[in-house]
């Protein structure tokens, strides 16, 4: 089992940045961000491999977002600049066993309950 405990959101408004955090338990050979809002899937916003630091992004958060990890503190973090409306959701960290980075959050095996992020316009 791995728990993953994710902080950091909060209310900011647009144009303003947050850094989101996700503590592991242990980590897992990939993890990724993920954002959902009330009645629709989860979507994907970044993943990033452990060994290699090796990152994906959605088209959406290109350029804004950046994922990194903390290989010590075994922690994933998602550093949001130039936030907009549409990025509020609530975050949530995923961790999953393959090396390959996915995008797909049914391939994900281990997620946190999640935080809160609201950007107003």
């Known amino acids: 089992q791995v728990q993953l405990v994710e902080s950091g959101g909060g209310l900011v408004s647009a144009g303003d940045s947050l850094r989101l955090s996700c503590s592991a338990s242990?980590?897992?050979?990939?993890m990724g961000w993920f954002r959902q809002v009330p009645g629709m899937e989860r979507e994907f916003v970044a993943a990033?491999?452990?060994?290699?630091?090796?990152?994906e992004y959605a088209d959406s958060v290109k350029g804004r977002f950046r994922i990194s990890r903390d290989i010590a503190a075994s922690t994933t973090y998602l550093q949001m600049n130039n936030l907009k409306y549409e990025d509020t959701a609530t975050y949530f960290c995923?961790?999953?066993?393959?090396?390959?980075?996915?995008?797909?959050?049914?391939?994900?095996?281990?997620w946190g309950q999640g935080t809160q992020v609201t950007v107003s316009s």
């Open positions: 242990r980590h897992m050979q990939s």
């Open positions: 995923g961790a999953r066993a393959s090396v390959f980075l996915s995008s797909v959050a049914s391939e994900y095996e281990y």
């Open positions: 990033i491999r452990w060994r290699d630091g090796t990152t």
